[in-house]
Nanobody, 123 residues
């Protein structure tokens, strides 16, 4: 069982930046692919970014490519999402997920989820 806790959400103006963190209860997440997803009101949970267990592979949704960066922390049990040039359409609850396996882009490939953190971007 892996427990995940997200933090770092908040309110920011368009064009601003936020950094999200996802901390795991396990000592290391090196066996897990990690992903960030988001869900806006009335919409499905969508893939934002993912990183493989080794950190060697990363994947981004087209809507965030070039603006967001996913990374693993030196502590091995933390994953980050750096979000720059934020837009109002980035407003959503952001969730961290862990998958015991390959890096995936669908929510069904992830085994564990955090409780989410709200990101609101004002225009």
């Amino acid at each position: 069982q892996v427990q995940l806790v997200e933090s770092g959400g908040g309110l920011v103006q368009a064009g601003g930046s936020l950094s999200l963190s996802c901390a795991a209860s396990k000592r290391t997440l090196s066996n897990y692919a990690m992903g960030w997803f988001r869900q806006a009101p009335g919409k499905e949970r969508e893939f934002v970014a993912g990183i493989s267990g080794s950190g060697g592979s990363r994947s981004y949704a087209d809507s965030v490519k070039g603006r967001f960066t996913i990374s693993r922390g030196n502590a091995k049990n933390t994953v980050y999402l750096q979000m720059n040039s934020l837009k109002p359409e980035d407003t959503a609850v952001y969730y961290c997920g862990a998958a015991l396996g390959e890096l995936g882009r669908t929510r069904y490939e992830y085994d564990y989820w955090g409780q989410g953190t709200q990101v609101t971007v004002s225009s």
